[in-house]
């Protein structure tokens, strides 16, 4: 089933559907020592994680299906900055929630592949033990992605508020500093 929602500007998008990928341990772990180049990638971190300290990593990019949690201690990599960043309405919202409620840590990139929010996640689910939901998207998107995880976990910072590490791009300046 594809998810199609309607924009501020009432066009109808419809996406295409993909399926979220669990990433198989003795695979990634295979990846890693055939390809040098995963060790340089952004994206290592997670994989290692994954690879060498037993925690789960499902990847849900835009209009993918209904996914379960997975075995904790788990990283769920959001995936909303394909060509485009539509937001949480690009993602299943009963899955998407349960991950929002479920997660420990929060860490939001909308830098582009900065290697440190990256090391986060997998620092959160390998050394704390705990559940990290990582978002990447675009800017215009960020407030859309705050506000929804305000309305699952809500707003009072000593229950339920989710710790969230942001990684966001530098600030355009004009001129000299």
């Known amino acids: 089933m594809a998810i199609s929602f309607e924009t501020e500007e009432a066009y109808t998008v419809l996406l295409p559907e993909t399926e979220p990928q669990l990433v198989d341990p003795v695979k990634a772990r295979e990846a890693i020592e055939r390809d040098r180049n ?4 952004h994206l290592f971190p997670l994989f290692d994680a994954t690879a060498r300290f037993a925690c789960s990593l499902l990847i849900a990019p835009q209009g993918c299906g209904a996914f379960e949690l997975p075995r904790s201690p788990w990283i769920i990599s959001i995936g909303d900055d394909m060509h485009f960043a539509w937001g949480p309405k690009a993602f299943p919202a009963e899955s998407l929630d349960a991950a929002i409620r479920a997660a420990d840590h929060g860490v939001m990139i909308t830098s582009g592949p900065d290697p440190f929010p990256y090391r986060v996640a997998a620092t959160v689910a390998v050394r704390d033990r705990k559940n990290a ?19 699952v976990r809500g707003a009072d ?11 966001m791009p530098f600030p355009e300046t004009k001129g000299a500093a």
């Open 38 to 41: 995963i060790r340089r990638s």
């Open 133 to 151: 939901l990582l978002i990447e998207t675009l800017p215009h998107q960020q407030e859309a992605w705050r506000r929804r995880i305000e309305l």
């Open 157 to 167: 910072e000593f229950t339920r508020e989710l710790p969230i590490t942001y990684c």
